[in-house]
């Protein structure tokens, strides 16, 4: 967490009901183990199909208000977990952009020297031509403080059922970064898969 994080979780924490993070279903590209985060693709069949599944179990909480990343895998994924629901787009929760990296496997990277590099770096570098992870997790916490103010504004007309809850659909990275930064500990600690639930505890910061 880097200096003056704190002040910027502060400014939101307050307008935020009981809020869970959600990484979109699995793409094709997931399932070859690609880095995928500018590439638009939708969900694959066995991704799908599999939150389909986790839905008849009850994985996924009863909410009031649905977010999602503007790509189309999130869009998917909401339309299938919270079916009958509108998602509000937030633009600044698109997935990092993996620069030279994108589209691609640990087994096509293998031998990259840039890619040897990064990995060395414990993914603290930038991705060669891509982006920075301290400006992906800026805009991360630009987005949460969007959302912040739709849910204030949603709570003020009195629509709120008790307790009050909030789902985003996202990407792995945008849960490491939004985790990482209002929970403490690693980005990496934060490692979402495919349809899977983090809870956002922001109890300590109202």
């Known amino acids: 967490m880097w200096d003056g994080t704190e002040n ?12 869970f993070l959600i990484r979109h ?15 638009d693709e939708p969900l694959s069949k066995e991704g799908a199909a599999e939150l389909l599944s986790r839905r008849k179990t009850g994985t996924y909480p009863e909410v009031e208000l649905v977010f999602s990343s ?5 869009r998917q994924t909401a339309e299938l ?5 509108t998602p509000i787009i937030i ?28 990995i060395d770096s414990n993914g603290a570098m930038p991705f ?8 992906f997790v800026t805009r991360c916490l630009a987005g949460m403080r969007e959302a912040a103010a739709v849910c204030k504004q949603y709570a003020e007309q009195k ?6 809850r909030a789902a985003a659909v996202v990407h792995g990275g945008t849960i490491m970064a939004l985790m990482s930064s209002v929970c403490g500990g690693d980005y990496y600690d934060y490692r979402c898969g495919n349809g ?11």
């Open 8 to 19: 910027q979780i502060e400014a939101f924490a307050a307008d935020l009901p009981q809020f």
């Open 25 to 39: 279903g699995a793409t094709p590209g997931n399932l070859r183990g690609c880095y995928i985060g500018r590439t």
């Open 70 to 74: 503007p790509m189309l895998r999130c």
């Open 81 to 85: 977990i919270y079916p009958g629901k």
């Open 91 to 118: 633009e600044a929760w698109r997935e990092i952009d993996f620069g030279l990296f994108e589209g691609k496997n640990y087994e096509e990277l293998d031998g990259n020297p840039q890619y040897q590099k990064w």
């Open 128 to 135: 060669p031509q891509g982006e920075k992870r301290k400006d």
């Open 159 to 164: 629509r709120w059922k008790s307790p009050s």
């Open 196 to 206: 899977e639930v983090w809870e956002l505890l922001l109890e300590g910061m109202r």
